[in-house]
């Protein structure tokens, strides 16, 4: 491709790179023959669903592959050397020193053996850049301009001791330690909240430019992309689709693929009648206390959900969302209140409800992958609550199971027997989704269930779930902390902060002003997809904050 | 360090009511073996009249629950009773043989468990090369073998030879040096027996780890090899390595028994073999309850050791 900026020396080259990975005995290829070209200072911000080659391709950038792939054709040059042909000991030479990584999850990169400032300080002592005492010296400084808190001390502790947001601030600055030329950032914030994630995107940033580091931002997030990055590329199964600087890329999309990928926000349920006065929620959750231990995680919340309607639960990590879909289940009996069913108390414990009630409220949950037995079939994993609810066998059974599958738009004949290994992300969530109705419940409750998916399966998913609704008239309980999704599917929002209920009511309200002050700084965090929208918002919070 | 403590002192109150029922068993085992003790010691001749007195002698004619709780409060402190085959006080008997046991252990651990952890960490290292499966092949052998087995082959290379002794006679005047002369074939009879179990788990114990973001941020940080897995693995695989090593210590204090008899070793495992041979029930009792505090002890040690090697359960948030 043509030299964008000719202005700036070019850092890093990637040409016609082909990368594959091993499955079985064969080997298939993951990248494609993709061309990337990286200035000095610069950064480029890497797009695509996952699969699609992202981490791979940021991770041959530093000449590496993860066990089980290997680059198998192109050149990679950085900075005048040759990193194919380079050495292993020269490779490492330069990783952590002149090119270092930055990893999704801050938590489980962090090795938790060891305090912060001991992972800090390896790369520059082990590469010979600084002494252990210059190391720390620095660390401080680089903590502080990442506006972590108490930067003097924060070092000292061990990775559990702090937060997901400072431990991903962290990451950052130990990524910083020898002032490399080049960060590869692997999807930085995506395991973070909303108002967590501006934090850290404005302290990644604002480093990034005052040491002038070149760099390549991966992410599957369009609007974090559109803050972040001068150019722009977009990946599909390994091949690149187009690549253009950011606003071009942005008000312009030249490819079908990257239009689909821009139009995906626009989903929307179409709004529900109010539901009329009198009638008896599904589920009732009456001021319920519950928590464990001696701490209170829920503070006497109180929510209503009917039939044919969608509740969104939405609140940061720690609000207390998943312990209110613990208590309706009965997992977490609560200290106080009551949850109604059709307007009739449950039983607190769920070992005291009758099957029936059981088999009224089901659940999907946030990680297929960890929900389905792994050794099960699907004929079995589907099968098994459709034979102990409803007492099915035999033909009766494989019909019904037949029909689940019909109905989450999977191919009986292709699919009954598979194992859930040998099924997409967005394939195992719909396997979630037939279980949970194998028992024809009445209501349901989706823990975050498309969060972990790209952006276009769960779209799949979300529509899934409003058709499945309208056909069985049931009710949702949809946890999530991602306000587009509630925005393409709620019909009635619960806002929670710490335990407690901030603001409840149908969703138009919700998105209108005025809010409640946490729901202003939720909605005012999610990211948009204006490359200004980080600058602009960080001003006016300043102005605020000045004023108040 | 407050939560440690609290844990320690659950971990020894468990310990000791473990200690406890043990106890309790081993007594009741010894009371249902068949046979009456006074009458087996005097020989059928004896009359009636005879075996009553010695039986009073003995104290069995007592209830069994008193009997077992004077034997257990004698144990307590140190006072195991006599024993019926020499009279001699059992605490006396032991004292010697427990030394010899012990130092036979601590010989055996000294060579098995730094060369198992060198080997485990190397076959990590270089996991699945021709020295990786070199490694395991043999650590598998060796483990597949039968202890006499392994114990005359030794005697038949090492001894037949005069290298080493093929009998570890001890006693009060042999000296430090020589002792380990002579007790080398026992040791690395040993050593074979226990180094696969614990060089294969600290293998697994880090290749398990390999794969973790951290070992990949370390990678990725330009770390050499070495130093990923001994400073970025090893830490976090500590829990199994140190649980597994004190089972097979424990092993090395109490299943020694045939290597014992073999080498004509006089430790624990002989004399328990005698005593049960003899009828000699006080002593068996006694060996059973040392043999059991040993195991007990070493696994309290490691659970204390794994919570320590986690920073997560010493440094609270």
Known sequence: MKDTNPAKPVLLTLRDIHIEGRSEETWSPIIKGVDLTLHKGEVLGLIGESGAGKSTLGLAAMGFTRDGCRISGGTIDFDGIDL???????????????IAYVAQSAAASFNPAHKLIDQYSEAPVQHGVMSRAEAERDAVELYRRMRLPNPEEIGFRYPHQVSGGQLQRAMTAMAMACRPDLIIFDEPTTALDVTTQIEVLAAIRDIVAQFDTAAIYITHDLAVVAQMADRIKVLLRGDEVEEADTRTMLAAPKEDYTKTLWAVRSYARPVQPPVAKGTTPVVSVRNVTAGYGAADILKDISFDIHKRRTVAVVGESGSGKSTAARVITGLLPPRRGAILFDGAPLPADYRQRSRDQLRQAQMIYQMADTALNPKLRLRELIGRPAQMYLGLNGKALTDRIRDLLHLIELEPDKFIDRLPSELSGGQKQRIGIARALAAEPKFIICDEVTSALDQLVAEGILKLLDRLQSEFDLAYMFITHDLATVRSIADEVVVMQNGKVVEKGPKLEMFEPPHDPYTELLLSSVPEMDPDWLTKLLRERAAKAGKG | MSVIWTMIAKRLGLG?????????????????????????????SATPETVAAFRKELGLDLPAYTRYFNWLFGALQGDFGTSLANKRPIADLIATRLGNTLFLALYAAAISVPLSLLLGILAALYRNSIFDRTVNAMALSSISFPEFFVAYILIFVLAQSGLFPSMSRMDATVGFGEALYRTFLPALTLTLVVTAHMMRMTRAAIINLLASPYIEMARLKGMKPMRVILKHALPNALAPIITVVALNLAYLVTGVVVVEVVFVYPGLGQLMVDSVSKRDFPVVQAVALIFAAAYVLLNLTADVLSTLSNPRLIHRK
């Open chain 1, 84 to 98: 194919r042909a380079a050495t292993e000991a020269q490779r490492r030479g330069l990783r952590g020193k002149r």
């Open chain 2, 16 to 44: 000791v009511l473990t200690l406890f029922v043990i106890s309790v068993i081993i007594f009741g085992a010894t009371e249902l073996l068949p046979g009456d003790l006074a009458q087996n010691i005097l020989g059928q």
